[in-house]
């Protein structure tokens, strides 16, 4: 497998623009997580799927930023309008509940957010 | 879910084995200990989990003290693409709720020639 690919690997934009992250989970996997990372809070979940259905996005920062998850996949982060705050590098995570009932989360090589 | 503390950084020499700590000292019976790192500029990469007994895959050993409030992660043979930030995480096994995968801010390794 290819692992878990995110696009675009960078994106640049200007404040007030919307801004659309791409994710494809590994095939099999059934949870699927979106994280951000920036030097002050470090990496933070924002929310999870569970067979493309949202579970929890209570770290979802505020309405601006909205996931949706239309089929096992393909996922979609969506800030509307991005500010320059948004700024950040954004990961796409999958994993399955395993044989032993523990998971492994596998990441993707991240989108860099710049917001201007 | 049990916090975890870890050295900020450490340095290694490039061959030489590289032993990270981490304190979990309020880990309860259910939760697992996990170990990530994350080489600069992409995603956090697993390397290893383990409930009570010491583990080893192709990556790197893990250490579990009897009473499981302390790991030591052991990379046997550092290189210098190993340099990282090396993140230590307890979590509930087969259970996936909301926040409960947490990234402390890790221990930033340095192998150095």
């Known amino acids: 497998d290819a692992g878990v690919i995110q696009s675009p690997r960078h994106e640049v934009t200007e404040m007030g623009q919307e801004v659309t992250l791409r994710c494809k989970p590994i095939s099999g996997h059934d949870y699927l997580f979106w994280y951000r990372q920036t030097m002050m809070r470090g990496l933070e979940l924002l929310i999870y799927?569970?067979?493309?259905?949202?579970?929890?996005d209570s770290g979802m920062p505020e309405d601006r930023f909205s996931a949706k998850m239309p089929n096992a996949s393909f996922s979609t982060l969506k800030i509307q309008p991005s500010e320059p705050r948004d700024s950040a590098v954004y990961f796409c995570?999958?994993?399955?509940?395993?044989?032993?009932?523990?998971?492994?989360?596998?990441f993707g090589p991240g989108t860099r957010l710049t917001v201007l | 879910d049990a916090k975890t503390t870890q050295p900020t950084s450490m340095d290694c020499a490039e061959g030489r084995a590289a032993n990270l700590p981490c304190n979990h000292s309020?880990?309860?019976?259910?939760?697992?200990v996990y170990w990530y790192r994350q080489i600069h500029s992409q995603g956090p990469q697993y390397i290893i989990h383990g409930l009570k007994n010491n583990e080893t895959n192709e990556m790197a050993s893990l250490i579990i003290t009897e009473d499981r409030k302390s790991s030591t992660l052991i990379l046997p043979h550092a290189t210098l693409r190993d340099t990282a930030v090396y993140y230590c995480i307890v979590r509930v096994a087969g259970v996936i709720v909301g926040q409960n995968f947490v990234f402390g801010p890790g221990t930033r390794l340095s192998v150095l020639p």
């Open positions: 309020t880990i309860s019976g259910n939760e697992y």
């Open positions: 799927f569970n067979n493309n259905v949202p579970i929890d």
């Open positions: 995570a999958s994993s399955q509940y395993g044989l032993a009932g523990v998971d492994t989360q596998y």
